[in-house]
């Protein structure tokens, strides 16, 4: 949600900037041929001593640490993995269909709390197969589901921390 407001802001921000440029090209003819008649008649030396300025200004600017500088491009400043990794990948549920048992495979990104839940085509709970905190690493578990389901279209539920991926089994 920041990372979209922040992306909000900057595109508001190069819009209002590129339409106060706008303006003076579209505010009438004799500003627009006055100020081709001032950069013509501007040296050389003119123009770069400006360029100068311009980039003297922007670089006090960057160099101010505004409030808005420091929170508007902070997200554009790397972020650290431990940020951007997911805590669970690579889920598989296997053999599928299945008969008596049911092998998941999973990879946890670090320690974490992990929620193994069977629930029908409605959505609702039938089985918990499995609820505690694992190390991170490479998982993999087996349950055995013989005679606790009936024949049917299930899903697999696993949950960690606020990360939840669903995989679709057939019971036999």
Not at 97 to 121: C, H, Q, W, Y
């Amino acid at each position: 949600m920041r990372r979209l407001l922040r992306n909000t802001i900057l595109v508001l921000t190069v819009g209002s900037f590129m339409l106060m440029g706008g303006m003076a090209v579209y505010a009438n003819e004799s500003t627009i041929s006055t100020s081709v008649a001032s950069i013509s008649a501007d040296s050389t030396e003119n123009i770069q001593s400006k360029t100068s300025a311009t980039q003297q200004r922007q670089e006090a600017t960057r160099s101010s640490g505004s409030i808005f500088t420091s929170w508007f491009f902070q997200p554009f400043k790397g972020n650290s993995q431990a940020d951007t990794e997911k805590l669970l990948s690579n889920v598989k549920v296997f053999p599928n269909p299945t008969v008596e048992t049911i092998n998941l495979s999973f990879r946890l990104g670090k320690r974490s709390d992990v929620s193994i839940k069977v629930m029908d085509a409605l959505g609702n709970e039938m089985l918990t197969l499995f609820s505690q905190t694992l190390d991170p690493g490479n998982q993999n578990h087996s349950f055995e589901i013989q005679k606790r389901l009936s024949s049917g279209l299930y899903f697999v539920r696993v949950t960690v921390g606020t990360e939840t991926v669903i995989k679709r089994i057939s019971v036999l």
